[in-house]
Each structure stands twice: as C-alpha cells, then as structure tokens.
C-alpha cells in the first residue's frame, strides 16, 4: 500500500493530516506511535477508506482506494476498529460469520467456504470453544479475539487494528500482541496497527511510524526510529534506551 501526500481535515480549517507520504510493507507488521490527538487513528481511516482525504491519495496494488467498490475493498482488507458495538446477545460465531458478507453473492447463501472460513478464523483466535456464546458471557481479552475473528473471515491479506490493545488488562494484551505476531509470521497477513505503548511497539513491529500534529517525524526499524531524540521531540518525555540480552530493546520513562 503506497501513501500519497495524503492531506484530511476534519473542519475544512486545520489539517489533521498535513502530506502523509509513506509505505506499507507487504508481510510485515507495522505500527503506528505518537501523542494524542496527532492524526494515528485518522491516517488508518484514510488507509481503510472509512474517511476520505481532502487531498492525495492512497494505492493498493496499484489502484487508487477510492476506485474500488465496498465488496472489492472488503476482499482486499479488515479493520478492527477501537470502538466495537453489538447486541450483546449475539453469538461469537453470528459475529464471525458478518465478516464473510464481501464473499456472498448477490442472495446472500451461505456456502461451504464460509463455514470453512469461519472454523479457521475461530481456530486462529482461540475460540472454537466460545462459539456458542453470547458476547456479553465474554471477557475483555475474549471479546476482542472475537472481533479479530470476524475481520479475519473475510480472508484478506492486510489487517488494520486500532488500539487493539486499549482498555485491557497486561496479559490480554500481550494475548492480542501475541496473536498479531501468529497471524502476521504463521498467516502471512500483512498488519498496521496504532499503539500507544512505546516498548509493546518496539517488541511486536517489523516497521514503526512516528507522528506528530499530522505529520510523520521518523519511521523505520525500532532500533533506528525509537531513540532518546526522537522521544523527547515527539512527546516531551525523557527516557533512556536499554537493551539487555534476551530482553531486547526497551525504554524507561524519566521524566517531563
């Protein structure tokens, strides 16, 4: 996916996004960082076609986003949004199976390709035994498995999550860690998603962006693009890099 001079205002006043170049790496996983409010969420809209640009554009497989048609779109990515709403009384596998809706035909059957993908995509999260369940018997962690599941039915080669990790607890959140490093290294699922967490992005990304106000301050490799300078420029916060053996690369927080 190429990112062309990408330019989004939400006012029509200020940008939000201020010429966004850049370049999703087919079969690796990276991560969107910065401060609140710096335009994260807003570029992976605009990668999804949820939100459309107020100039430049976006390409994937060579072809402008805004030429392709929902079901077309739907074929090609997933995104699995911050905010998720559902009945509570639906079923983890009914949620499942609204993923294979870009795979119907114009009646809308099911077939067996559907039930196929659905398996694997309950197989893949850890939910083959949840099935049956509504969503509101689920935990937080279990949850948004679920709605990973569902974007993973419609069988797409590029996964967008947005704060897949927020409002849980550390072990479900190295569980979804966890689980995007399967599907990206096992599936071969291509995955951008938005972090807050400096030392979860630096140990789950193969590529790392860094934004401020709108614009990208640095991108790269974790080892090259998270450093002393750059954290301190981005957030205002003093850190110090370590890298200790089999712990890898980590930062520790100073101060203001």
Request: aromatic share 6%; glycine share 8%.
């Amino acid at each position: 996916m190429d990112i062309n001079e990408i330019r989004f205002s939400y006012d029509k006043k200020t940008f939000h996004l201020n010429g966004i170049t850049s370049r999703i790496a087919e079969g690796r996983i990276t991560t969107i960082i910065g401060p609140n409010g710096c335009g994260k969420s807003t570029l992976l809209g605009v990668m999804a076609k949820n939100l459309r640009p107020s100039g430049g554009e976006v390409l994937l497989n060579g072809k402008k986003l805004a030429h392709f048609k929902p079901k077309e779109l739907g074929k090609k990515l997933a995104v699995v949004h911050q905010q998720q709403e559902a009945p509570a009384d639906l079923t983890v596998e009914k949620l499942v199976r609204f993923g294979r809706l870009p795979h119907r035909g114009r009646w809308g059957q099911e077939s067996e390709l559907d039930d196929e993908a659905v398996d694997w995509s309950l197989s893949c999260t850890n939910l083959l035994n949840k099935r049956k369940q509504s969503l509101a018997h689920l935990s937080g962690g279990e949850r948004q498995r679920a709605w990973i599941a569902m974007a993973l039915a419609q069988q797409t080669s590029l996964l967008f999550l947005d704060e897949p990790t927020t409002y849980l607890d550390i072990y479900h959140q190295i569980e979804i860690l966890e689980l995007v490093k399967t599907l990206n290294r096992k599936h071969g699922i291509t995955i951008v998603m938005v972090l807050h967490d400096m030392n979860q992005a630096i140990r789950y990304s193969d590529h790392i962006i860094v934004m401020k106000l709108g614009c990208i301050v640095g991108e790269g490799a974790p080892e090259t693009v998270v450093t002393v300078e750059t954290i301190k420029q981005t957030y205002g916060v003093d850190v110090v890099m370590k890298n200790d053996g089999d712990t890898g690369l980590y930062m520790v927080p100073l101060g203001i």
